[in-house]
């Protein structure tokens, strides 16, 4: 496709007003990888919206834990399912 300055004027508006590459490339007549091409090549991105949600950050447990997690009564941990396959 070529791009003439009234297809990256379009490009540009309805990029900052929001709308989808698949929305511009149906207005513009090309294809939706040429758009995300071009937005590319401009360097033009969307703001980062904030995260939605908080995460909660769990500690991971050591790899000398993980063993005695597999039970609470201390059976079947990773050295019990060693010594059964053998």
């Known amino acids: 496709m070529s ?4 297809d990256l004027a379009l ?5 900052a007003l929001g709308h989808s590459a698949a929305q511009i490339a149906r207005a513009l ?3 939706r990888n040429a758009v995300c091409g071009r937005l590319t090549r401009l360097h ?4 980062h ?3 939605a949600a908080k995460p909660r950050i769990r500690l991971v447990p050591t790899a000398g834990v993980v063993g005695r997690l597999c039970r609470p009564d201390g ?4 050295e019990t399912a060693r010594e059964a396959a053998a």
Request: with cysteine; net charge positive; charged share 40%.
């Open 3 to 6: 791009w003439d300055e009234r």
């Open 11 to 15: 490009l540009k508006e309805l990029w």
């Open 29 to 31: 007549g090309c294809s």
């Open 44 to 47: 033009l991105k969307r703001g």
């Open 49 to 51: 919206k904030p995260p």
């Open 75 to 78: 059976k079947g941990g990773i």
